[in-house]
Every structure is written in C-alpha cells, then in structure tokens.
C-alpha cells in the first residue's frame, strides 16, 4: 500500500484548499478511503470517509459544512476539498486506506505520509 499525500500548504483563514492522495499498491475501487489529520500536541482526528463506489460518504461534525471527500476510481485518486478554513484547521492531514469514524481509525500502517496545512493570518 502506497499512499501519497499533496497539496497542503500555508494560506489564510477563509480561504480554500484541495488536498489529493494519489494510491497505490492495493485495488482502489474496492476500498473505503479516509482522511485523518492531527494538529501539533493533538491525538490524531478522523475528518472524512468514503465508500470505494464514492457513496456514501461521511464526514466529522467539525467540518461538515465546509469539508467534502470524493475520489476518481479512474485515477486511484482521494481529494479533500476543504472551503473556508479555519486556524483549527491547522494539522498534518493523512490519507488513510480503510474505514474511518469519529470512534476508530484506520490501522497506522495503511497511512500515507501526510502534508501539511497552516491556516494562519
């Protein structure tokens, strides 16, 4: 399993970010995909999880108005579009093979390396 993580970086508070995680290793399509994301001194946070047909989908309460989780089969591509972020959102945001929730996350082992977003004015 090869997970790769990109498009994290710095930006200010209201604005916009894609973050995309490009798999390997495994079948794509047959797997629920989760997005995982910790801040510095902070246990790790499940954010977002997707079924591998690309529903349903499920989201954290947290960002549910302003996260969205979605993937290209076609590519073996995850995305993350997270709209009008906030210094909270500030974290090492994980791409994870898996299934995801706010009570469980998927085995460390099936992590990619994580990328990071700075929310900061």
């Known amino acids: 399993v090869q997970l790769v993580e990109s498009g994290g970086g710095l930006v200010h508070p209201g604005d916009s970010l894609i973050l995309s995680c490009a798999a390997s290793g495994f079948t794509f399509g047959d797997d629920i995909m989760t997005w995982v994301r910790q801040a510095p001194g902070k246990v790790a946070e499940w954010i977002a999880s997707?079924?591998?047909?690309?529903?349903?989908?499920f989201i954290a309460n947290s960002v549910k108005d302003r996260f969205t989780i979605s993937r290209d089969n076609t590519k073996n591509m995850l995305f993350l579009q997270m709209n009008n972020l906030e210094p909270e959102d500030t974290a090492v945001y994980y791409c994870?093979?898996?299934?995801?929730?706010?009570?469980?996350?998927?085995?460390?082992?099936?992590w990619g390396q994580g990328t990071q977003v700075t929310v900061s004015s």
């Open positions: 997707i079924y591998g047909s690309g529903d349903p989908t």
């Open positions: 994870a093979r898996g299934y995801g929730s706010r009570k469980t996350l998927p085995p460390r082992d099936d």
